[in-house]
């Protein structure tokens, strides 16, 4: 019955984790395309970036002839008649008789200047301000240099008249960006006549690091979202113990009632108070039973925050060990109990049914270690201080059994975790709870060796920080 009312608990408890990782997987899988969305678009800014520089290397050569016609010197030869222009080829003639096309007949052409040198010298220096302008409009490095990559033209700075040192800056500055980028030749009629490096912008910068700051998020997330599920299974899991815990309380109830109920019939009969065997087993039995009640009670509260009282660790102790050593049977053949601590009272703040329940579960362990054994072995339950002038006591519970494999001792805490067919695992998990999370202290396995032996050691705080 029990385990029946336990299994639909347990499967809905995976139901529950597959909802949960299909929610994970399906935001896993949205913020991926988000980084490759984002990937992208960094990508489109370096394709935009790169066309802005082509875009402005053409240009640039785009007015390098007209640039280099006005600055020619040998100017032009003119019609006298309509003024049509011809190219000057002999640089020595001033005056020459040739075809006119727009006139149909010979006319005389003179030499005529293009522009003159102070008009030749604005138009250029417009024309490299103007570059110069709209180049630093950018929000990256750019650097014009000629075919020789000397550098001509610096973020909008034309670099003629600067220092020898600032110039070996600018060239270092180029080799970096062309590291960055690829220079972009400029080409004017077919001609190389420079390249144009160019940097990467700030923001493109920014934006190449936002998929690893993502990515990182994404881990952080996921980190954060597998501890919350990890937390929310075992806090799941330990309701499902919890909820078996109190169904077998509720289920054991009643019996323990009607034992109670017979054994009090039992001592009321007169024909069987004569009895001295009797009376000896029926004190004994109603021991048994107000202890099964008493941790019935536990079981049906199981969940709570139990209520801490003084407890005196020298008597509760006591009361466990007594308990197994007047019945001989639950020790089997060879076991030895033995309990060894001072005649001195340490008190605690605790709660004396679920210490002893850990005591219990301890040295029922124990004793199936060493049953398990033909010679039997001893177990020895000690209470001393941790160390003199301590204000905590260490319980030690040692055996000479079996031990516990190498490859078992770090999950012997784990719920469900058991080497004994038919176990559940509950019972050193829930040790430990009682101990660290109830009483503040601590439990933990300080040695175990196959075939020599296994020693358990429970350290709980004194009571007001010493002992009374």
């Known amino acids: 019955m029990l385990v029946f009312l336990f299994q639909p608990g347990k499967k809905l408890m ?83 008789l040739h075809f006119c096309p727009v006139c149909s007949d010979s006319t005389v052409f003179i030499h005529t200047a293009r522009l003159l040198p102070t008009e030749r010298e604005d138009v250029i220096d417009f024309t490299r301000k103007l570059f110069g302008e709209l180049v630093t409009r950018l929000d990256f490095p750019t650097i014009f240099a000629d075919m020789d990559n000397n550098p001509q033209i610096a973020n909008g700075e034309v670099v003629d008249g600067f220092p020898q040192d600032r110039i070996s800056e600018i060239r270092k500055r180029m080799e970096i960006l062309a590291e960055q980028n690829e220079p972009i030749s400029i080409v004017a009629k077919g001609d190389t006549i420079g390249h144009l490096f160019y940097g990467t912008s700030a923001l493109n910068t920014e934006m190449r690091l936002i998929p690893f700051v993502e990515l990182g998020l994404l881990l952080l997330v996921a980190a954060v979202v597998f501890m919350f599920l990890r937390s929310e299974i075992s806090r799941d899991k330990d309701m499902s113990w919890v909820g078996f815990a109190r169904e ?51 079981y049906g ?59 219990e579960n301890l040295i029922k362990n124990a004793i ?11 177990i020895i339950v000690s209470c001393e201080y941790t160390h003199p002038g301590a204000t905590e006591i260490e319980i030690r519970v040692s055996d000479q059994g079996r031990g516990i494999p190498y490859s078992d001792q770090g999950r012997i805490f784990q719920p469900g975790f058991t080497t004994r067919k ?7 998990s829930l040790a430990r709870r ?22 358990f050691s429970i350290i709980l705080p004194l009571k007001g920080g010493d002992d009374q």
Request: one cysteine or more.
């Open 434 to 455: 009682i101990i660290e999370e109830y009483h503040n202290g601590s439990i933990r396995l300080l040695s175990s060796t196959p075939d020599v032996g296994t020693i």
């Open 14 to 96: 995976h139901n529950i984790f597959r909802r949960r990782m299909a929610f994970i997987l399906f935001a896993s899988i949205i913020i991926w395309v988000f980084l490759w969305y984002t990937h992208n678009m960094v990508n489109q800014l370096n394709q935009s970036n790169k066309r802005d520089c082509e875009t402005i290397a053409w240009l640039w050569a785009g007015v390098q002839y007209p640039l280099s016609i006005i600055g020619d010197d040998a100017g032009i030869m003119s019609c006298t008649v309509c003024g049509s222009p011809r190219e000057r080829l002999d640089l020595s003639v001033e005056r020459s």
């Open 301 to 359: 509260q199981m969940g709570r925050r139990p209520k801490l009282t003084p407890v005196s660790i020298e008597k509760t102790v006591s009361e466990v060990v007594d308990y197994f050593n007047a019945r001989k049977g639950l020790l089997g053949t060879g076991v030895i109990l033995e309990i060894e601590q001072s005649t001195d009272e340490h008190t605690i703040n605790g709660n004396s049914v679920l210490l002893g329940w850990v005591l």
């Open 422 to 428: 038919g176990g559940w695992g509950l019972g050193l």
């Open 368 to 378: 199936s270690s060493c049953a398990s054994s033909l010679e039997g072995g001893k």
């Open 248 to 298: 077998t309380a509720h289920q054991i109830s009643t019996p323990l009632s009607s034992l109670m109920g017979w054994i009090e019939l039992l001592k009321d009969d007169p024909e069987l108070s004569g009895l001295s065997e009797l009376e000896e087993a029926l004190v004994h039995m109603n021991a048994d039973v107000n202890r099964l009640n008493s941790i019935a009670q536990r």
